[in-house]
């Protein structure tokens, strides 16, 4: 006597898809195929325009080996080299500050803070901070810095006011990279009696590091075209400066503002020239650090 253990069980057969849902995932897939399109549209054509033209100003034999002291308006020739220091110092010295402080801030709210009001009081500054323009950033620091301190107008205190916009975009890109690590990696290593700030070092900062440098790049790629601060703190200069502490400073988006008012040829190549430079400087630091992301990745 067979019973109802004996027999086979049939496994069910494959229904196949409805028309309903292929129908729901062509229009989705339209959609989004179309929306990315329509949001690369205007991201090429201002590549396109830019690139054409602005490459004939840095393809110039002096473009990136001569300043623009003493030209003319009119004068051609001469070259990015006095902004383009000027760039990359004040955006160094953005970042030497910027950096470990928004880690620092970010791997508290993220692992000590809790539900404590320091960490809530913390996160509601970081937000705060993360609206604030550009202009009143500038005017913040030239209030205090040299205003009631009394230090004189400087590039240093435009890398100041830049930390103020730097710091948000690194605390909150940190703190989304930190969250995304497992909790049981903390934990496995909580059971093998590794303290907690050596687990932070050495497990949960290097898992994420390859996407903390990615959001310091967008966060330092977003200051570096600031110009408000440029204006109000420092101000312009077509020579070569290199002290940070006093003195005018050109920089990529100071020859762009300096030479808005240059009706001229030679203006306009300047104009487009700076900017081309300033997307090729951002892209070479992106390549950068992808490429220090990608060394740098835990190895499993």
């Known amino acids: 006597m067979t019973t109802t253990m004996d027999r086979p069980v049939k496994a069910p057969t494959f229904q196949g898809v409805s028309a309903r849902r292929r129908t729901s995932d062509l229009i989705a897939r339209v959609l989004v195929t179309g929306s990315v399109l329509l949001a690369l549209v205007p991201l090429v054509w201002v590549l396109f325009t830019v690139i054409q033209k602005g490459f004939a100003a840095i393809t110039s034999p002096t473009w990136f ?92 205190a435009v890398s100041l006011s830049l930390v103020l916009l730097m710091v948000p975009v690194v605390v909150r890109s940190t703190e989304e990279m930190l969250r995304i690590v497992p909790q049981d990696l903390r934990e496995a290593s909580y059971a093998l009696g590794v303290p907690k700030w050596k687990t932070i070092m050495r497990i949960v900062v290097p898992t994420a590091l390859p996407g903390i440098i990615t959001g310091v790049m967008l966060a330092l790629a977003r200051v570096l075209g600031e110009t408000a601060p440029l204006l109000i703190l420092v101000g312009y200069a077509s020579f070569i400066n290199f002290d940070m502490w006093g003195g005018e400073m050109g920089s990529l988006p100071g020859v762009m503002v300096a030479e808005m008012n240059n009706p001229t040829a030679a203006g306009s190549n300047r104009i487009w020239g700076a900017a081309l430079t300033l997307i090729l400087l951002i892209a070479v630091l992106n390549i950068v650090a992808k490429l220090i992301g990608h060394l740098s990745r835990v190895r499993k």
């Open 65 to 156: 080996t001569h300043s623009l002291n003493g030209l003319s308006a009119s004068s051609s020739g001469g070259g990015i080299y006095h902004a383009l220091i000027g760039t990359i110092l004040q955006g160094l010295v953005c970042a030497a500050i910027s950096i470990p402080l928004g880690l620092f801030v970010a791997i508290y709210l993220v692992e000590y803070a809790g539900r404590s009001k320091l960490g809530k009081l913390t996160t509601f500054m970081v937000d705060i901070l993360s609206g604030v323009p550009s202009i009143v950033a500038a005017l913040f620091i030239f209030a205090l810095w040299i205003a009631t301190f009394g230090f004189p107008k400087s590039a240093f």
